[in-house]
């Protein structure tokens, strides 16, 4: 059997390694190469020129405050949302749910966007709003700034740290928290002591997830920073690349390696942390006992601050988007704005041909991608969780490799990867670039769903003779039934507004919806851009009310089988 | 020779029928449309956008399906270089910046082509045998008209760097953004009579604090919306955007300038008659016209314009192509003058 | 402490239909004893732990620990749990996977406040009592069912409380480990001068640990007593099947005479252990295996004595388990390991008349 685990290590090992390596050992060759491409004459020149800019210091301190504070905010926003939803009393459970996912929806962009006409200190509405309120001479907000940049940056995080969170959140033994408050502990000191330390590997796995998201992010530093004048990696990177014709990719790789450096580094922190085996297994079989805590007085309070979340993370962004897809141009919302709205930009994209085609391919993209990425994904977390062989390590620091590079670089990767492939220039070769990209949003909401499932319900099912594969099929994958939902979620979302790799990779035939709507925003066609952009928040929706509905179908199926062998 | 002349000249080639003698001749083209219908299609790497209405012309005109990509000039050159090399570039026809065509030229990467259609295009618009410009992607400042009175509004470059539009100015950012940074260089070399004077008004401009946004695509909603009054932008998305309330300057006889936009037929086309009928296409005055009239751009075509108030009295030239190490150079010098 | 409930009761409603969960439960629970609730699953044995420890809130009634009255609806009163200080070993044992074992068993002194010294010396003491000195600086998850049982008890000892819960706390364990550990338990809790209420299901743990015994059915107490009266003097037909394995014949009481109470049933006439029944009632005959004395052979004339056939004999370890049938019904015996009986042989039985139970109807 050990044999067996070793085999499946290796062989994933493989798989992952193929998938990931390739792009990103491209860049390395590059930013050792003179020239543009990735092979040619060794040099070390860009490292040099890379690493010796002395505006690079000031942008490092920038990048560590906005991903640090982007990525905190998005996580302690998540664990109070998932607290809230899974363990109390508070009103209007399903607004928590939507805000979770919605905010996966809107592509990165359309929402800096948003919110740059929401608060930007000349005009932006909420400004407007409280400048005329309180009659304030200048504007109370400037979004063009680094707690702005954090802010928005945080709230796009968000579901993905609430998607790892809530289910172990939700999976949570109470009794351990019941048995605090026994022995004389209050809710808050339980909550300190026992809930939030029980739940670190969750936490820390989404805490590790967001930094490095945030470190590769590019759309909040490109709307906000920019006008803020605010420079961090990402837009760093950009201007990199960006002055003159032809770009210097292998410089902006020999950047993008520490940034590498750094996820991988904070991986293996993370996995040390977490390192001991049955440590947190917390789920038992017949842990059943959902106790709310009551919040009392707070009750209504708190349940006004999560409307006003959802208002701020939902309501403002995608209202700015359905205001801006009617009116013929960007216009500050007046009696004049409203009486010259038409259908004229839904009517424009619907009668083109290469939207229809693109929202085609990402949907199919969103659908097939994420199923092929979540089974992947599923043998991954089994072998990082539950086998720990000795490649569990490597295998898990593989799945960050793409990912954790920054986006505008590693879709060069990928095509210096692919024209070497049959596969260039083919769906196939954005479904595959993806499923490498993300497939930390799959293996994560899995891994932490596998942390929560107790070794004994393996084993008991190994003792009554199943095979390690009905093992996995029967036991352990409806208790995942959770993660599995989430990982499918964040992968389908995210596939089916995925840019940065498609903009490098889609061709004739290939085309998708981001890099159609990048289209749009090159030419500053935000009518256009926003209907397109509604379009595709309605398919994300229909994506995940299809997951979760099939999910709730398994999961009453499997608790079935479960109260049946009990 | 002067341009007028050469064009003159072709004129009475084509009147006096020595159109045979060209390197293309037109009696040709016959037998390229068959052969591009043979083919089936032609693909084109543009970064050029909101050119669909003009491919789907070519389709319904010609019978052979254009498949048009858009790859951002910031990615075009790895992009082609990337598929050359694997002998998989997919394209017949590209079209970008002058500089970059001149880029996949020294690479050995573009065919040589004259268009007949491009006869009466100026000479300079045909810098060597292969590459073939059509337009210019000009630069100016818009405003907004509803918020900025024609009396107010700046009436040349200079007025740009008066206090009066501090905190009021949007414009990509010139330490990074390619064309803007040729633009100002630009400015330089054909505007402002000395560097000092030009200098002058660049750290005016700057004084002004600008917001800084990553490319022209933003520069127009910021303007439509009033949040900033005056941008560095491209006059077409008057047209693009109306009815936004988008005027443009300077009126006052001072010249516009643009980096050319240059087409090219690439070497190993896998479909080489449809390449060179797309390119006759897309250099022809129906093409020009879509261009003009649907996209506002402004074409080499004779006599086709834009339909924006006043743009076809109006003087619009290219900029000297400046190459990557100019530009950083440049680029750096304006992070120092309008970050530092 | 004593523990006193009245009129508890609390209803769920899972999945649209509604669960008498506690139906008007009164009872009172001797301080400085070992109180078990029993009985089948679901009846509510852990609800009403729960509600004494204050983790449910109940629908009515009230519930007092000592004087203090802690949760009673008509008073408007719910001191929260974790001001109750009481002691709980729950089900899973609900050990801090986060945490040594010393911080688990520290955890209660220090959420007190008490200072570090006394806590070192505390938790010492009780980790000696359990039996795990050593291990205090052990990761909690790395410890045997057993071990980990033992942390959850010294954790809830260690505090001194006056009352301590226990929630089917061997129910984890293997059955060996689970004999060794009852044992202990009750040698541990005799020591201690506090009030244990113990729920379980298995009445083998219950009458060989409690002092009394409430034996519940369907969120209500119906019968409390000491493990003797419970096994072999319970009053009601439900409780004498639970407790242990019984014949269960529906009798009629003919009337009272010497001193016992004489029915009629399938079996035959009996005269049973004394029970003030008026003649002509419905009762139950309740015999004990163990009390169905096998002969070989065709009845001898006496009371309480009856004829069948064995119709099986099964060797279950210690005794022979007979079934025997005698006048259409099915009675089950025990007899010795040396036994020469066989299948299809005739046997009569005799039982005693203090060991013929009547319990109700
Ligand atoms: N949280 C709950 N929600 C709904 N029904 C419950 C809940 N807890 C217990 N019940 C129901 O209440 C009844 C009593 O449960 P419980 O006290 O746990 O029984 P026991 O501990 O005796 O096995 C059972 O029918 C059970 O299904
Ligand atoms: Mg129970």
Request: hydrophobic residues 50%; glycine residues 8%.
């Amino acid at each position: 059997m050990n044999d067996r685990s070793a085999r499946l290590t290796y062989g994933l090992i493989a798989i992952v390694g193929a998938l990931t390596v390739a792009p990103v050992a491209m860049l390395a060759f590059g930013s050792f190469t003179a020239g543009l491409d990735a092979f040619g004459h060794f040099t070390l020149a860009k490292y040099v020129a890379a690493y010796t800019d002395p505006a690079l210091l000031k942008v490092l301190g920038n990048t560590v405050i906005f991903v640090v504070g982007s990525t905190l905010l998005a996580t302690v926003l998540a664990l109070v949302l998932a607290y809230l939803n899974t363990r109390t009393d508070i009103p209007g459970k399903f607004l928590f749910g939507v805000l979770a996912i919605v905010p996966m929806m809107i592509p990165h962009v359309l929402f800096s966007v948003a919110w740059a006409l929401l608060a930007n200190p000349s005009n932006g509405l909420i400004n407007r709003a409280l400048m005329d309120a309180f009659a304030l001479d200048s504007a109370p907000f400037d979004i063009y700034s680094l707690s702005g940049m954090i802010l928005v940056e945080g709230l796009l995080n968000m579901p993905i740290a609430y998607l790892i969170i809530a289910p172990a959140m939700a999976s949570f033994d109470v009794s351990l928290e019941e048995s605090s408050r026994v022995f004389g502990a209050g809710t808050w000191r339980t909550l300190l002591r026992i809930t939030l330390p029980v739940l670190r590997p969750a936490i820390l796995a989404a805490f590790v997830l967001g930094i490095v998201r945030s470190l590769a992010s590019y759309a909040v530093p490109r709307v906000l920073g920019m006008p803020g004048r605010v420079e961090v990696l990402a837009t760093y990177l950009f201007e990199m690349i960006s002055v003159g014709f032809a770009p210097d990719y292998g410089k902006a790789a020999a950047l993008g390696m520490s940034a590498l450096a750094t996820s991988i580094v904070l991986i293996w922190v993370y996995r040390s942390l977490t390192s001991e085996g049955g440590r947190f297994v917390t789920i038992s079989s017949r842990g059943w006992r959902p106790t709310v805590v009551p919040l009392g007085r707070m009750r209504m309070p708190l349940f006004a601050l999560v409307t006003l979340l959802s208002f701020i993370v939902i309501v403002l962004p995608v209202a700015v988007l359905a205001y801006t897809s009617f009116v013929p141009y960007s216009m500050v919302p007046s009696m004049q704005a409203f009486a010259q709205m038409s259908w004229r930009h839904w009517t424009e994209v619907f009668a083109d041909a290469t939207s229809l085609l693109a929202l085609r391919n990402s949907v199919f993209l969103a659908v097939v991608g994420a199923t092929v990425g979540v089974v992947l994904s599923i043998f991954v977390a089994y072998v990082i969780v539950k086998l720990r062989t000795r490649g569990a390590a490597l295998l898990e620091s593989l799945t960050y490799l793409s990912f954790s590079f920054p986006g505008i670089v590693i879709g060069v990767g990928f095509m210096w990867f692919f024209v070497h492939t049959p596969l260039y220039a083919t769906l196939t070769a954005l479904l595959v670039g993806y499923i490498a990209t993300y497939l930390p949003y799959g293996v994560r909401p899995l891994a932490s769903a596998f942390v929560q499932v107790h070794a004994h319900l393996e084993e008991s099912s190994l003792v009554c003779g199943a095979s390690r594969m009905t093992t996995m099929r029967r036991i352990i994958v409806p208790l995942l039934i959770p993660g599995v939902v989430a990982a499918w979620i964040l992968m389908a979302t995210m596939f089916l507004r995925e840019l940065t790799l498609s903009v490098v990779l889609s061709r004739p035939g290939s085309e998708v919806l981001a890099v159609q709507i990048l289209g749009f925003a090159d030419d500053g066609l935000w009518g256009k851009l926003s209907a397109l952009g509604i379009v595709m928040i309605a398919i994300s929706t229909a994506l995940v009310l299809l997951a979760s509905l099939v999910g709730r179908w398994f999961a009453s199926g499997a608790k079935a089988r479960l109260e049946a062998n009990a | 020779m002067p341009p007028l002349d050469r064009r003159t000249f072709l004129h009475l080639a084509g009147g006096a029928g020595l159109a045979a003698a060209l390197p293309s001749a037109l009696a040709a083209e016959g037998g390229d449309l068959a052969k591009a219908k043979a083919e089936g299609r032609a693909v084109f790497y543009a970064n050029i956008t909101a050119v669909e209405p003009v491919v789907a012309a070519f389709t319904a005109e010609t019978g052979v399906k254009g498949e048009y990509t858009r790859i951002s000039s910031s990615k075009f050159v790895s992009t082609v270089v990337t598929e050359a090399q694997a002998g998989k570039l997919l394209a017949d026809v590209v079209q970008a910046p002058l500089p970059v065509l001149e880029l996949l030229r020294e690479k050995g990467i573009l065919a040589p082509y004259r268009s007949p259609a491009a006869a009466g295009f100026p000479d300079w618009s045909r810098p060597d045998d292969s590459i073939q410009m059509f337009g210019i992607e000009y630069v100016s400042y818009l405003y907004n008209k509803t918020q900025v009175k024609d009396a107010d509004a700046p009436k040349r470059y200079e007025d740009l760097a008066d206090a009066k539009w501090k905190n009021r100015i949007v414009m990509a950012d010139p330490a990074s953004h390619a064309s803007t940074i040729s633009w100002l260089v630009g400015l330089k070399e054909k505007v402002f009579a000395s560097e000092n004077d030009w200098m002058t008004f660049v750290k005016g401009l700057a004084a002004n604090r600008p917001m800084f946004v990553a490319s022209f695509g933003p520069t127009p909603a910021p303007i439509e919306s009033g949040e900033k009054a005056i941008g560095i932008s491209m006059p077409k998305y008057i047209v693009t955007k109306a009815p936004a309330p988008l005027a443009w300057g300077p009126r006052g006889g001072q010249p516009l300038l643009g980096t050319p936009r240059a087409m090219a037929i690439t070497a190993k086309a896998p479909h080489p008659a449809a390449a060179r009928v797309f390119m006759d296409f897309w250099l022809s005055p129906k093409a020009a016209g879509m261009l003009a009239k649907d996209v506002g751009e402004y074409v080499l075509t004779p006599g086709v314009f834009p339909p924006i108030d006043g743009i076809h009295a109006a003087k619009v030239l290219p900029i000297r192509d400046l190459d990557d190490a100019e530009i950083q150079k440049w680029g750096a010098q304006f992070k120092q003058i309008f970050k530092g | 402490m004593e523990i006193r409930v009245e009129g508890l009761t609390k209803h769920y409603v899972a999945e649209g239909r509604t669960v008498k969960a506690l139906d008007r439960v009164d009872l009172t629970i001797p301080a400085n004893r070992i109180f078990t609730l029993l009985g089948p699953s679901g009846c509510g044995k852990t609800t009403l732990l729960r509600c004494i420890v204050g983790l449910e809130t109940p629908d009515d009634g009230e519930i007092r620990i000592g004087n203090e009255v802690v949760w009673s609806r008509a008073r408007g009163v719910a001191v929260p749990t974790e001001k109750r200080g009481l002691g709980m070993v729950f089900q899973t044992y609900a050990i801090w996977p986060h945490m040594s074992v010393f911080d688990n068993v520290a955890y209660p002194l220090q959420v007190r406040g008490v200072d570090r010294a006394t806590i070192a010396k505390k938790v010492a003491a009780a980790l000696q009592f359990v039996q795990l000195v050593g291990l205090d600086r052990r990761s909690a998850t790395r410890l045997s069912g057993g071990q980990q049982q033992r942390v959850a008890l010294a954790r809830a000892l260690v505090a001194e409380p006056k009352v301590i819960l226990f929630d089917e706390p061997l129910s984890n364990l293997d059955a060996k480990l689970r004999e060794e550990t009852r044992k202990e338990l009750k040698r541990f809790l005799g020591e201690l001068d506090i009030t244990a209420v113990y729920v379980t299901h298995d009445r083998v743990e219950a009458l060989a640990l409690s002092d009394s015994i409430a034996v519940m059915r369907a969120g209500s107490i119906v019968e409390i007593g000491s493990p003797q009266k419970i096994y072999f003097h319970a009053d009601h037909r439900f409780v004498a099947d639970f407790i242990g394995r019984a014949n269960l014949i529906p009798a009629t009481v003919r009337g009272q005479a010497d001193g016992l109470t004489m029915i009629d049933c399938a079996l035959g006439a009996f005269a049973c252990a004394p029970r003030e029944l008026p003649p002509g009632s419905e009762a139950t005959l309740c015999l004990r295996p163990e009390f169905l004395h096998l002969h070989e052979g065709a009845t001898r004339p006496g009371h309480n004595v009856v004829t069948g056939r064995i119709e099986s004999l099964a060797f279950v370890g210690e005794v022979y388990e007979a079934e025997i049938r005698a006048a259409d019904l099915l009675l089950l015996a025990r007899t010795g390991p040396d036994t020469a009986l066989r299948e299809g042989d005739t046997v009569s039985l005799a039982v005693e008349p203090e060991h013929c139970l009547l319990v109700s109807a």
